[in-house]
């Protein structure tokens, strides 16, 4: 027949877009992710009442996000929960206290043990090298995506069973639900199975501020995530962090401030956001980030940066430690571990002469030692060590680098110097602390030692963190602000109005979702086309790919 074309169709291509893509993992800001989730929550609400069915499909859909976002690593998450699953139980059941100790145990090896492998062997094998000058060939390993975060949650779960805190559930798909609910799966929040897991079985019931609330999450966690962090990022931080050298003194700083607000934005948006989906889907998951940039010193601090990660590690691991009452074996062994590197670092990765890195190794510890000698309490040195081990932990916990260990290290010994002025100052300068230009000093301190740290963060190396600081210090000129301005006007008005609105009081967002939750459906689709509108208007034809993901 005469005027007919012959249409090709590509299927595999079309398959292809439901297969595994590593240049591409899907995650909330992937157009995959929207097809994904309009399936997944048309066949949620039809089964909303079937319970045992919804969570069958919760599982199926989150299973098959993980696959998506990380490929045949996801049996990995698989075998982390049928393990788990066991050995909780067994500890559940187990009669005698000894027994229950030797299953936790296991548990806990077990989970460090796939979590070293993956994550660390490769940094252990270069220092083996370097301490030993052996010749050992680097492994390929491939870092699972999410594997810090459901690594922790596994331990948690387990801990939580042994000590009594939480009868263990008896079936698996609520288990592995648990472990592997999509929208906190890749990057967090830490969720504790004794909040999350009851809320499976409870029938699924959105109010109107629910609706609203999980609305305002979620434009707001996009916002940060795709308008205000990616654009920061791709048009000032990788310009200024991949060669400070090339940058002055300015530019390297509002680059490190840059950053600060290109992390914050990034993580709390994406939390944000998974926040924001589990509302909707009935699940309540408590804030990742309260403001930390509103913090008036480093405690402050981590009580409002990733807070399940911060109370993580202070019910696993700081108070089995021996908290701030007794020193254990294992606070003996890493102090001495700390301290040593102390030395090590300041010889091997500074450079400096031995008797100067003793030196520095000497201040470190009668650092730690103050408390004691204030309080006249030996508590005081176990505290302290404590506190600079739990710290340390967590910066390698972000990643095997001698960056990470000191960026946790930095914040320990920070942690313990605040610990010291409210130990001298007690009662005796209540009228200037409170005193509003002193919060707003203080305000600025603790910012700044924030980014101070972040730079270690961020750094390729410590050879790139230490340009940098030398950038700061010794070619900071103002007068080269002006020019800064003027190729980087747009970056910094991102800043200012990432700055205003971390500055809005919390109580602020809460009127504003209640008088969301009061109108119709048609204004949340001219938000969402504002979104959109502004999203095209800033978005780079390259991916940013979220920061906690390599985590």
């Known amino acids: 027949m005469t005027g007919l074309t012959h249409v090709n169709v590509d299927f595999s291509a079309f398959w292809a877009q439901f297969l595994y893509d590593r240049e591409n993992p899907l995650l909330f800001n992937n157009g995959f992710f929207v097809y994904f ?62 027994r229950k100790k030797i299953l936790l145990l296991v548990s806990i090896v077990f989970n460090l043990s796939i979590l070293i492998y993956f994550k660390y062997t490769i940094f252990f094998v270069e220092l083996a090298n370097e301490a030993f000058h052996t010749h050992f060939s680097l492994l390929n390993i491939l870092l699972p995506v999410g594997i810090s975060f459901y690594t922790f949650e596994n331990i948690s779960y387990t801990i939580d069973v042994y000590k009594g805190e939480f009868k263990p559930t008896d079936k698996f798909s609520e288990y592995l639900l648990f472990l592997s609910f999509f929208p906190k799966l890749v990057m967090g929040p830490i969720v504790r199975a004794k909040d999350f897991v009851p809320q499976i079985t409870q029938p699924y019931h959105i109010s109107e501020y629910d609706f609203a609330k999980g609305f305002y999450l979620i434009f707001s966690g996009l916002f940060k995530k795709l308008i205000i962090s990616d654009y920061i990022t791709l048009n000032l931080v990788n310009y200024i962090f991949d060669d400070p050298k090339l940058h002055t003194g300015i530019e390297n700083l509002m680059g490190i401030y840059g950053y600060a607000f290109v992390l914050y934005c990034d993580f ?140 946790g290290s930095l914040h320990g010994v920070g942690l313990v110097v605040h610990k010291v002025w409210l130990i001298v100052t007690g009662n005796r300068l209540n009228k200037i602390t409170d005193n509003r230009v002193f919060e707003v000093l203080s305000l600025l301190l603790t910012f700044h030692f924030v980014c101070f740290t972040w730079v270690f963060f961020k750094a390729a190396d410590l050879q790139t963190a230490l340009a940098m600081i030398n950038q700061i210090i010794f070619n900071f000129d103002v007068a080269s602000l002006a020019p800064f301005y003027q190729n980087y006007h747009s970056v910094v008005w991102l800043m200012l109005l990432a700055c205003v609105l971390h500055f809005i009081p919390d109580h602020y967002a809460d009127n504003v979702i209640d008088r969301i939750g009061k109108v119709s459906l048609a204004y949340y689709l001219i938000l969402f086309f504002v979104f959109l509108l502004m999203y095209g208007f800033f978005k780079s034809s390259e991916q940013v790919l979220p920061i906690y993901l390599q985590f």
């Open 268 to 407: 709390s948006g994406y939390s944000d956001v998974a926040i924001g989906i589990a509302l909707w889907l009935g699940f309540r998951i408590p804030p990742n980030f309260l403001s930390p940039y509103q913090s008036k010193n480093i405690t402050e601090f981590w009580r409002r940066w990733h807070i399940s990660l911060s109370s993580w590690l202070k019910d696993y691991l700081y108070i089995p430690l021996g908290g701030n009452r007794k020193a254990s074996v294992a606070t003996g062994l890493f102090s001495l571990l700390f301290v040593g590197g102390v030395f090590l670092a300041a010889v091997r990765l500074f450079h400096y002469s031995y008797v100067a890195s003793a030196g520095i190794m000497g201040i470190v510890v009668l650092i730690l030692a103050i408390p004691a000698f204030l309080n006249r309490d030996k508590r005081g040195l176990a505290a302290s060590a404590n506190l600079v081990t739990t710290m340390l932990l967590g910066g390698l916990w972000h990643g095997a680098s001698w960056n990470f260990i000191l960026w």
């Open 37 to 98: 989730f309009f399936v997944f929550i048309i066949l949620f609400y039809l089964l909303r009442n079937k319970q045992r069915t919804r969570t069958y499909v919760f599982c199926f859909f989150s299973l098959y996000f993980f696959y998506k976002a990380s490929g045949a690593f996801v049996l990995l998450v698989i075998l982390s929960a049928v393990v788990d699953f066991i050995l909780s139980n067994l500890i559940y059941s187990a009669k005698r206290q000894s």
